[in-house]
């Protein structure tokens, strides 16, 4: 799995791009100093770095994703579990419910999706 560990501002700016894609160069020049006030060159230079890791892509000044968001949150999930807790989706899981009480759909749907994704 490739790492793509993204920096806060690379994370609102790659949003930026999920939610608007495909968009123009030039426009996204413009959202980003609306959005994020930040200069042409910052923008450039952020776009660069993130299609050099093979999130986007760049083409004829049109920009779109080669990674959707959905995808990228996911590796990141997997990471955080493999370098917070070994890998260990149990060890996750009872951190994360730790002190919390599940309400009967949640257990439901967590039981639901233990079965649907179990090895048989």
């Not at 309400?103 to 749907?109: D, G, L, P």
Request: one cysteine or more; proline letters at 2%.
């Amino acid at each position: 799995m490739k790492a793509y560990k993204l920096t806060e501002s690379e994370e609102r700016f790659a949003e930026l791009i999920w939610q608007n894609e495909p968009i123009g160069s030039g426009d996204l020049v413009k959202l980003c100093e609306k959005e994020m006030n930040w200069k042409k060159s910052t923008t450039y230079t952020v776009l660069k770095k993130l299609c050099e890791k093979g999130i986007f892509q760049n083409e004829n000044a049109v920009v779109s994703s080669l990674i959707d968001k959905d995808e990228y949150y996911v590796k990141q999930s997997i990471r955080f579990v493999e370098d917070t807790f070994g890998g260990s989706l149990p060890k996750f899981l009872a951190a994360f419910i730790r002190g919390r009480k599940l309400n009967e759909h949640q257990a439901e749907e967590l039981k639901r999706l233990i079965d649907e994704h179990k090895e048989v």
